[in-house]
């Protein structure tokens, strides 16, 4: 995924922060913007947030060919290295360019 988002989520605390910083900015813009409110843009953002997680989810994952590193019980489909933090960055970038044009959709079709 790019050095940057690496960096972004090299650990816990600063993924969280990057995902707060954006929701934020995001339900800010939301609120003045389109006259929804903290809870109902949070709300709406969370449903695009989790929805896309899942799309996002199995980009780029590589199962585990060391037979030294499987352990037992461990499925056979199971990623390497699944890298989630970086992809709940990408799932918060991607979700806040979603959300923004939902709500300008719904805001041109009256809903």
């Known amino acids: 995924m790019g050095p940057v988002l690496q960096a ?5 605390l600063r993924t969280l922060a ?6 934020a900015a995001v339900v800010a813009l939301a609120v003045s913007l389109f006259k929804l409110t ?11 947030w ?3 997680l899942f799309v996002i989810l199995p980009l780029r994952n590589q199962v585990e060919d060391d037979p030294a590193r499987i352990v037992p ?12 933090r970086e992809k709940a960055i990408l799932t ?13 959709v719904f805001e041109l079709a009256g809903l």
Not at 18 to 23: K, P, Q, T
Not at 73 to 84: E, Y
Not at 92 to 104: G, N, P, R
């Open 8 to 12: 972004l989520a090299a650990t816990t």
């Open 18 to 23: 990057v995902i707060a910083l954006v929701l």
């Open 38 to 48: 903290v809870f109902g843009a949070m709300a709406l953002y969370f449903v695009v």
């Open 50 to 52: 989790w929805t896309l």
């Open 73 to 84: 019980g461990q499925d056979p489909g199971a990623p390497a290295s699944p890298r989630l």
């Open 92 to 104: 918060t970038l991607l979700s806040s360019v979603v959300f923004l044009l939902a709500i300008q």
